[in-house]
């Protein structure tokens, strides 16, 4: 079976910690930081879990920052 | 596979709206508005209407709409972004005319604007987002707001019989002759955000086809206006805001109807 991976980047400068694509997430892969906050004071969100990603993009159509971007590779 | 190999061009499935400027957005966390703006952003970019499409900003937390989405803008008076869109598209016929409307600003100061732009059948989009709520001036109430629901000027709920019942206004413009789409959509889950989209489209190109008015309702969400986290906003619109605020379309004429 082809196994699918996906990955994610997220601005962190753009984001502001509203925490909706954590929410969005199938695979539990994002979290917010818990302590380190970027230069606006938020606590942007992050890929905590990457390897569970399956580029299904929930979390980039969610966002209402656009600072998420999804990559995916099917591998066969 | 590690994440450099995956993080590649070719493997892009998913990319900021190239029309959306590089500015960071001053809504606030969690705001409806940042996706809708990015799903008119990516419509019109499909669409090949960058040069051609003219929006129309309102007054209210969407003001500065022209600074996010790279096309041509007017800034319109207190709701009146219906009758300029309506000079605007009548002076530009080939131009793709839209309105990016609250419901403080198209269902109050606005309402008469905007019914008689939907009477008349004007060939522009308005796309209204309703939140129940004036975002921008502090969380007043306002004609969508719901009863029961408690804003700045109705500390202990909307009561119908002091301030009226909430105002269903794409109800009210699906009835008029002149809109030949009235949709209501939300934008609370990938699968509302992908329908929303899909309903800006075909409202789009509905205004590039002169088929009338096309009315595109969004249900959202004003976490700090309801004083609630982003997530539990959502919970509560689509408790509480969807019993009143029906999602679907009301009103289609550009499919035919099958012969009985």
């Not at chain 2, 869109?85 to 109050?108: I, N, W």
């Not at chain 2, 009226?164 to 509302?192: E, K, M």
Request: a neutral charge.
């Amino acid at each position: 079976m082809a196994k699918i991976q996906g990955a994610v980047t997220i601005e962190r400068e753009r984001c502001k910690g509203c925490d909706l694509c954590v929410v969005a997430c199938p695979c539990g892969v994002l979290a917010l930081q818990p302590k380190e906050v970027n230069d606006r004071g938020y606590h942007f969100a992050y890929p905590a879990n990457e390897e569970a990603c399956i580029g299904c993009a929930a979390c980039a159509l969610v966002c209402p920052d656009a600072c998420i971007e999804v990559y995916k590779v099917i591998e066969k | 596979m590690k994440r450099e190999d995956i993080i590649k061009p070719e493997n892009k499935v998913y990319s900021r709206p190239r029309l959306l400027d590089g500015n960071v957005m001053h809504y606030c966390p969690g705001c409806s508005h940042g996706v809708v703006h990015k799903l008119v952003a990516e419509v019109i970019d499909e669409l090949g209407l960058e040069a051609d499409a003219i929006g129309i900003a309102p007054v209210g937390c969407a003001v500065f709409a022209y600074n996010y989405i790279d096309c041509d803008w007017v800034e319109a008076a207190h709701g009146r972004a219906p009758a300029l869109a309506t000079a605007v598209s009548r002076l530009h016929p080939e131009k793709v005319v839209f309105t990016y409307q609250g419901d403080g600003d198209l269902a109050a100061i606005g309402s008469a604007e905007t019914i008689h732009a939907c009477t008349r059948g004007e060939n522009i989009v308005i796309i209204m987002i309703n939140n129940g709520i004036y975002g921008m001036t502090g969380g007043q109430m306002s004609p969508c707001t719901l009863e029961g629901a408690k804003t700045a000027t109705t500390p202990y709920g909307r009561r119908a019989d002091l301030n009226g019942f909430p105002l269903r206004v794409g109800n009210v413009v699906s009835l008029l002759d002149g809109t030949c789409y009235v949709t209501r959509q939300a934008v609370h889950t990938p699968a509302a955000v992908r329908k929303a989209k899909a309903a800006l489209k075909k409202a789009f190109l509905n205004a590039r086809a002169k088929k009338g008015t096309s009315f595109v309702e969004v249900v959202a969400t004003c976490s700090s206006g309801w004083k609630m986290s982003p997530e539990k906003s959502n919970k509560w619109m689509a408790e509480n805001m969807f019993a009143h605020y029906p999602l679907g379309d009301l009103k289609d004429t550009t499919v035919e109807k099958p012969a009985e």
